[in-house]
């Protein structure tokens, strides 16, 4: 959508410049005010310095100095506003982890590669906490060595760009080089010997014509092991005890397996799993006639294996010596004598491709392009059973198939009028069509069917059946496959001239219907800048936006097995039944399509878009040569935010009550746990954003640039859509949207955080120090006394990097230096040993990382 698509403009330092340590409006050393910036600006080329809106640069060596291997990764470390959890739950949120921008879910800010918009990924974090539901762009499937650099646009910018550009714009610049490449092999692990980690990057340029094109390739492999932070079981108890009653005194045996049991073999999910990523791109331009044609593409291949459900032996209550494991009856003892870890497979190949010509006709530049994109996800089972079927069943299971494919196309214009105002007039103009389709596959027949088996005798439970479905996931049943597709149609105008030598104003408007009963929507921004001294300005946007409900989300149905602690006395019920309060209890649960009748019967409605307005008021200084400062405060509101529902627990005789819930029942006898998409709530985010840069040339002894940046957002709920009438008939207990799903939105990533950088450069050596501070973040429980807040801490980087040949560099580096966790408060599940350091944490829980790296360049 950008008029400079193709050949990224970027600034005019050497490509062995250095770049600062950390992020800032600029994040490119003391060249960076300097630096052509093509986001949020059309037509007339305008510097970070001079920007009407903020805006972050992070060139392309400060992705490889970070030692990190995931772009996700990397820009959690360098971005003050977002954030990255650790964990964050289960199924596929691991896989593609839902991310932050200001406080807001990843699926509300737009990524772009080129200016084009990128596609999101095809499976849905369904079993996230925070950020649950959506479908964000998977960065990690983007080479890293293919970027020259990454700008972000802090701001609002539906009007410019359309659906999603709520929290902001993401544009991933990709490399332009017309000769030369590099060579890097990164290879590192925690302190604690496990989560060993190897990536190797290459990437390579070259004429393309004879008129100034080129051909860059870029080529990314990485992979990582799994790591877990367990503590060992503290079951009292992992196998069947034997009981014995002589004379009215009663014996306890422990089996005598229990003494050696390895007690961490299943907490081995507590921690990241195992993932190999292969990631090409290809970024194209040659200019022919009066046309410039150009082209750029991604193409990937991802395969990951996570532990996402642990089962220990089966285990009966046995009155007065143990209250066993009665909701866990999957471990059958044929299969599986010792438990089992039951793991998540993904497959996944991701291409996305532009093709596009750009050149002038009757005094406007005009950009016509093309972009087709897919991900296609193959979702397996792995060391799991159905247990209804018995020992017979299988122990490998195809689950689904999810794919997502998007087809864009554009038409962007843009001209510099003269003599109509004292100063030039840059008017743009552009026509968009997009089409989606998003698709869910049935999954193998034993994945998801019940069957008859009963338990023997002489086996805990005997006489009883087992949990229906497969353990910890189900696979997609044919009532829960489907498809769906839509188109859009958008045009927008986009002006923008400065009054005075100081002050510039521009205006936005654009209009988008959507097919699928989406609707219309308009959306219009107002941005001006004021420079009323030299070197300080003042600036301010004010703009709404929308976003569109994702097709992932209209028809997304799923069955898996879902965990919840026992609430603490008198709340300790589940589904009507005491439990015991810190008992872990596992459930089956159910996400219903939100057309479906089930779903209807208890309040669902067809989705609507979220809407938002956004206000932003900034203040820019430069009070000495080398020194810039920025602060930037804002304001979003978003009515209509598409949300899951709280569990809705539903027993037998309550699935009995409406004749709609019969296939329910019919699935699960023994009841279930049903959640839905829906409108719930409303929300205001209200933030600041402070960054200061400032470079030193320190003659003999190199140079050196230090930057610091803040970022804080609160976001409150504004508004809670009332629990439906007939849910509440339904169970008079259930809330739409209870306390743990708001405090998952307003308080379960960190308020604030802090990135320090400092980066000295002398002759061969480059030395990097960074230093974040997150603030506090709370995970709430089914129950205030299950609450966790979790303090602020600090995270040292280092990056030491030295040129032994003019193009042979080596560097070693850590991350995490201090070895930092979390705080030890998390509730642990005493089966498996799981959770002491939570799941949100921002910095991830396993601790100090380090590693070595070698770049050669030719």
């Given at each position: 959508?950008?008029?400079?698509?193709?050949?990224?403009?970027?600034?005019?330092?050497?490509?062995?410049?250095?770049?600062?340590?950390?992020?800032?409006?600029?994040?490119?050393?003391?060249?960076?005010?300097?630096?052509?910036?093509?986001?949020?600006?059309?037509?007339?080329?305008?510097?970070?310095?001079?920007?009407?809106?903020?805006?972050?640069?992070?060139?392309?060596?400060?992705?490889?100095?970070?030692?990190?291997?995931?772009?996700?990764?990397?820009?959690?470390?360098?971005?003050?506003?977002?954030?990255?959890?650790?964990?964050?739950?289960?199924?596929?949120?691991?896989?593609?982890?839902?991310?932050?921008?200001?406080?807001?879910?990843?699926?509300?800010?737009?990524?772009?590669?080129?200016?084009?918009?990128?596609?999101?990924?095809?499976?849905?974090?369904?079993?996230?906490?925070?950020?649950?539901?959506?479908?964000?762009?998977?960065?990690?499937?983007?080479?890293?060595?293919?970027?020259?650099?990454?700008?972000?646009?802090?701001?609002?910018?539906?009007?410019?760009?359309?659906s999603d550009a709520i929290a902001g714009v993401v544009n991933i610049i990709l490399k332009d080089d017309a000769e030369g490449g590099s060579f890097s092999y990164t290879g590192g692990q925690n302190y604690l010997g496990d989560g060993d980690t190897r990536s190797a990057t290459l990437n390579w340029g070259r004429p393309l014509g004879e008129a100034g094109g080129f051909l860059s390739l870029a080529l990314n492999w990485k992979n990582n092991e799994a790591a877990s932070r367990s503590v060992p079981s503290r079951a009292q108890y992992i196998f069947q005890p034997t009981v014995t009653s002589v004379g009215g005194v009663t014996t306890v045996t422990p089996d005598p397996r229990d003494a050696t049991a390895d007690r961490y073999y299943w907490g081995h999910g507590y921690g990241p799993g195992e993932e190999d990523i292969l990631a090409a791109s290809y970024n194209a331009e040659l200019p022919w006639r009066d046309l410039t044609l150009y082209s750029s593409g991604t193409l990937s291949h991802r395969s990951s294996k996570k532990n996402t459900g642990s089962f220990l032996p089966n285990l009966a209550p046995v009155a007065g010596v143990t209250s066993g494991r009665p909701l866990n009856r999957n471990s059958l003892p044929e299969v599986y004598p010792y438990g089992f870890n039951a793991y998540r497979r993904i497959f996944e190949t991701d291409f996305q491709t532009s093709l596009g010509a750009k050149g002038k006709a009757a005094g406007w530049d005009w950009d016509l392009s093309t972009t087709l994109a897919q991900d296609h996800a193959q979702l397996d089972g792995e060391n799991t059973l159905n247990a209804t079927l018995g020992p017979s069943s299988p122990n490998y299971f195809h689950l689904s198939t999810h794919e997502f494919r998007q087809w864009t196309n554009n038409l962007d214009v843009t001209r510099e009028f003269t003599g109509v105002l004292p100063r030039p007039v840059q008017v743009s103009w552009g026509l968009e069509h997009r089409y989606e389709r998003f698709l869910i596959e049935a999954g193998d027949e034993a994945s998801y069917i019940v069957g008859d088996y009963v338990i023997p005798a002489g086996q805990p439970f005997a006489g009883l059946r087992p949990n229906p479905g497969l353990a910890s996931y189900a696979g997609t049943a044919p009532e829960d496959a489907g498809s769906a597709h839509r188109n859009s149609l958008a045009a927008y105008v986009d002006v923008g001239t400065d009054l005075t030598e100081t002050w510039y104003v521009g205006v936005a408007g654009r209009y988008e219907r959507y097919s699928r009963g989406v609707g219309d929507t308009v959306s219009g921004k107002l941005t001006t800048r004021w420079e009323f001294l030299p070197g300080y300005a003042v600036r301010a946007t004010v703009s709404n936006g929308f976003r569109a409900p994702s097709l992932g989300q209209t028809i997304f149905a799923t069955s898996t097995i879902s965990g919840s602690l026992c609430p603490a006395a008198p709340n300790n019920l589940f589904r009507g039944v005491p439990c015991t309060p810190g008992d872990y209890l596992t459930f089956p649960t159910k996400v219903l399509r939100t057309d479906s009748p089930e779903a209807q019967a208890l309040g669902a409605e067809t989705l609507k878009p979220e809407t938002s307005t956004n206000y932003s008021l900034g203040l820019t200084a430069e009070p000495v040569s080398g020194l810039r400062l920025t602060l930037d405060t804002y304001r979003i509101d978003i009515d209509d935010r598409i949300v899951d529902t709280s569990n809705l627990d539903l027993n037998a005789a309550q699935l009995a009550s409406q004749p709609a819930l019969s296939p329910l029942l019919a699935r699960f006898p023994q009841g279930l746990t049903a959640t839905y998409y829906t409108n719930a709530v409303s929300t205001r985010t209200t933030g600041i954003d402070f960054v200061g840069e400032y470079g030193l040339d320190l003659g003999d002894f190199g140079r050196l640039n230090l930057s610091a940046a803040y970022a804080f957002n609160k976001t409150k709920v504004t508004r809670r859509k009332p629990t439906p009438a007939v849910l509440t008939a339904v169970n008079p207990n259930l809330i739409l949207f209870d306390r743990q799903k708001i405090a998952d939105l307003t308080v379960g990533t960190p308020r604030d955080k802090i990135v320090l950088g400092a980066l000295w450069v002398r002759d061969a050596w480059t030395v990097s120090v960074r230093t974040n501070r997150y603030g506090r973040y709370t995970e709430a429980g089914t129950s205030e006394s299950l609450d966790r807040t979790f303090g602020r801490k600090w995270t040292t980087d280092l990056d030491i990097a030295w040129d032994v040949r003019p193009r042979t560099n080596i560097a070693i580096g850590a991350n995490n230096l201090f070895d930092e966790h979390p705080d030890k408060i998390g509730i642990i599940n005493a089966d498996t040993g799981m959770g002491q350091f939570g799941n949100f944490s921002p910095f991830g829980i396993t601790g100090g990382y380090y590693y070595a790296r070698l770049t050669q360049q030719f």
């Open positions: 959508m950008l008029v400079l698509a193709g050949r990224a403009q970027a600034d005019e330092r050497p490509a062995s410049a250095p770049t600062a340590a950390g992020p800032s409006d600029s994040a490119e050393g003391a060249t960076a005010l300097e630096g052509v910036i093509v986001t949020g600006v059309r037509g007339a080329r305008r510097t970070v310095a001079d920007s009407p809106a903020p805006v972050d640069v992070i060139g392309g060596e400060q992705l490889l100095a970070t030692g990190k291997v995931g772009l996700k990764e990397v820009l959690n470390t360098l971005i003050p506003s977002f954030n990255l959890p650790g964990i964050n739950g289960g199924g596929t949120s691991w896989t593609v982890r839902a991310i932050t921008m200001r406080g807001l879910n990843g699926d509300q800010a737009l990524f772009l590669v080129n200016g084009k918009r990128r596609h999101t990924t095809a499976l849905i974090n369904n079993l996230a906490r925070v950020g649950r539901g959506g479908a964000p762009v998977d960065l990690d499937l983007i080479p890293a060595s293919a970027i020259a650099r990454i700008e972000v646009l802090r701001d609002g910018a539906s009007a410019q760009y359309g």
